[in-house]
C-alpha cells in the first residue's frame, strides 16, 4: 500500500510554479495577482483562505484578500464583484464558498468574469470543462489528475465509482476522469444519496473517489483488494482537543487502508493538492492577458 503524500506533492509542484512565475516576470509579464473575498467568519473558510493567501506568496503571487461581514447584501457583494472584474490588475478573482444563506451563490458566481474565474466555478467554464475544451478546471478535481499523474496511476479503462454528485467535486471528477488521455479513459459511475446498494458499486471499483462529506462512510467491506481510493472528505468533528475538533475524512482510514493499493490521508491527501489548482489557473489567467 502507498500512502498518496499530497503535503510533498503539492510542495513539489509550488517550487516548480514558483519558477515559472520568475520566469514568466523576467520576461515582462506582469506578476499574477490573486484576490478572494471572504463573507462572514466561518472558521473552516477563513482557514481555507488564509491557506490561499500564504501559497500565493510561496510562489510569488500578489495576493489580496477582501473580508465583508457576514450580513453583507447580495447588492454589495456584487458590486464588489464587478469593480474587481474591471481591475486590470487583478488576473484571478475566487468568492470563498459556502456563503451567508441570504445570498445567492449562483448569482454570484455568475457575476465574475469568466476570465478571472480561477475556481472554475462559472457556467461558461464548467460548460467548456465537460467538452473537454481548455479551462480553467476546479481546485479539487485538479488536484486529484495532478496527484494519480504524479503517482503514475494507471487509469485506462478502470472502474471509477466517485461518492458524491456536487458541483465542485462529483460531477466534474466525473467528467474528467471520463475524458480520453492520461488521467481519464476511465468507466465512471456516480453513487449518491438516492444510489440503491451502494456497496454493490464500491466492491467493483478499481478507483474510488469519496466525496459525500459524511465522515467514515467508506468502509473495509466496501472496498475490493488493491483498490486505489481518493479520500476528499474533512469534515470537522467535535473532540476533546486544543482545537475543539478533529478532521475527519469520509473514508474509514484505519480499516480501508490496509487493502488498498494506494491511499489518501486525511489531512495530508487531497487538502493540500487543490490549492494546486488555483495558483496554475492564476498563472494562465495572467498569462492570456498578456496574449
Ligand atoms: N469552498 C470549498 N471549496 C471551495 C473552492 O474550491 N473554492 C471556493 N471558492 N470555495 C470553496
Known amino acids: 500500500m502507498v500512502i498518496l503524500n499530497g503535503k510533498e506533492t503539492s510542495d513539489l509542484i509550488k517550487q516548480e510554479l514558483a519558477k515559472e512565475v520568475?520566469?514568466?516576470?523576467?520576461?515582462?509579464?506582469?506578476?499574477?495577482?490573486?484576490?478572494?473575498?471572504?463573507?462572514?467568519?466561518?472558521?473552516?473558510?477563513?482557514?481555507?483562505?488564509?491557506?490561499?493567501?500564504?501559497?500565493?506568496?510561496?510562489?510569488?503571487?500578489?495576493s489580496t484578500v477582501l473580508r465583508m461581514p457576514a450580513d453583507t447584501t447580495q447588492e454589495t457583494l456584487l458590486k464588489e464583484i464587478e469593480k474587481i472584474n474591471q481591475n486590470d490588475d487583478v488576473d484571478g478573482l475566487i468568492v470563498q464558498l459556502p456563503l451567508p444563506k441570504h445570498i445567492d451563490e449562483q448569482v454570484v458566481i455568475n457575476a465574475i468574469d469568466p476570465n478571472k474565474d480561477v475556481d472554475g466555478f462559472h457556467p461558461v467554464n464548467v460548460g467548456k470543462l465537460s467538452l473537454g475544451l481548455d479551462t480553467f478546471v476546479c481546485a479539487t478535481p485538479f488536484g486529484i489528475m495532478k496527484l494519480l499523474e504524479r503517482y503514475q496511476i494507471e487509469t485506462k479503462g478502470k472502474k471509477c465509482v466517485i461518492l458524491g454528485r456536487s458541483n465542485i467535486v462529483g460531477r466534474p471528477m466525473a467528467n474528467l476522469l471520463s475524458q480520453k488521455g492520461y488521467p481519464g479513459d476511465c468507466t465512471v459511475t456516480i453513487c449518491h444519496s438516492r444510489t440503491e446498494n451502494i456497496k454493490e458499486h464500491t466492491l467493483n471499483a478499481d478507483i474510488i473517489i469519496a466525496a459525500l462529506g459524511v465522515p467514515h462512510f467508506l468502509t473495509a467491506d466496501m472496498v475490493k483488494e488493491g483498490a486505489v481510493i481518493i479520500d476528499v472528505g474533512i469534515t470537522r468533528v467535535p473532540a476533546d482537543n486544543e482545537k475543539g475538533y478533529v478532521l475527519r475524512g469520509d473514508v474509514d482510514y484505519d480499516n480501508v487502508a490496509p487493502k488498498a493499493s494506494y491511499i489518501t490521508p486525511v489531512p495530508g491527501g487531497v487538502g493540500p493538492m487543490t490549492i494546486v489548482s488555483l495558483l496554475n489557473n492564476t498563472l494562465k489567467a495572467a498569462r492570456k492577458r498578456e496574449l
Open 22 to 62: 520568475e520566469a514568466f516576470v523576467a520576461a515582462g509579464g506582469k506578476r499574477p495577482h490573486l484576490c478572494a473575498i471572504l463573507v462572514g467568519e466561518d472558521g473552516a473558510s477563513q482557514t481555507y483562505v488564509n491557506n490561499k493567501e500564504r501559497s500565493c506568496k510561496q510562489v510569488g503571487f500578489n
